[in-house]
């Protein structure tokens, strides 16, 4: 599986932006697939997580409410809709994929090392 993130860029605190993450897959509807995001000197963290078929999402508390993960199967496309952005969300994003079907707890699906498969990140800039 190939990821491509894209749809970072510079805004503004209070600002919106809607990252993209494209795979090549064409079972990609077995695939999980989770965001995460790594400021300069920070370890990568999880975002937010969607499960195979889209029916449940997991967030990180802190983009709870601001936040919104969904995908397009038939685009092969997740995506990562971001609004009233934060200066503290300074970080590439990725995007990352996971072998997996229905329903799993919320510490499987921010499981960093549970996903095999890694976009290449894309720069998101909040300026406050």
């Known amino acids: 599986v190939q990821l491509q993130a894209s749809g970072g860029g510079l805004v503004q605190a209070g600002d919106s932006l809607r990252l993209s993450c494209a795979a090549s897959?064409?079972?990609?509807?077995?695939?999980?697939v989770g965001w995460f995001r790594q400021a300069p000197g920070k370890e990568r963290e999880f975002v937010a997580g969607?499960?195979?078929?889209?029916?449940?999402?997991y967030y990180e508390d802190s983009v709870k409410g601001r936040f919104a993960i969904s995908r397009d199967n038939a685009k092969n496309t997740v995506y990562l809709q971001m609004n009233s952005l934060k200066s503290e969300d300074t970080a590439v994003y990725y995007c990352?994929?996971?072998w997996g079907a229905g329903y799993v707890g919320i510490d499987i699906a921010q499981s960093i090392r549970l996903y095999d498969y890694w976009g290449q990140g894309t720069q998101v800039t909040v300026s406050s």
């Open positions: 897959a064409r079972t990609f509807s077995n695939y999980a």
């Open positions: 990352a994929a996971r």
């Open positions: 969607i499960s195979n078929g889209g029916g449940t999402t």
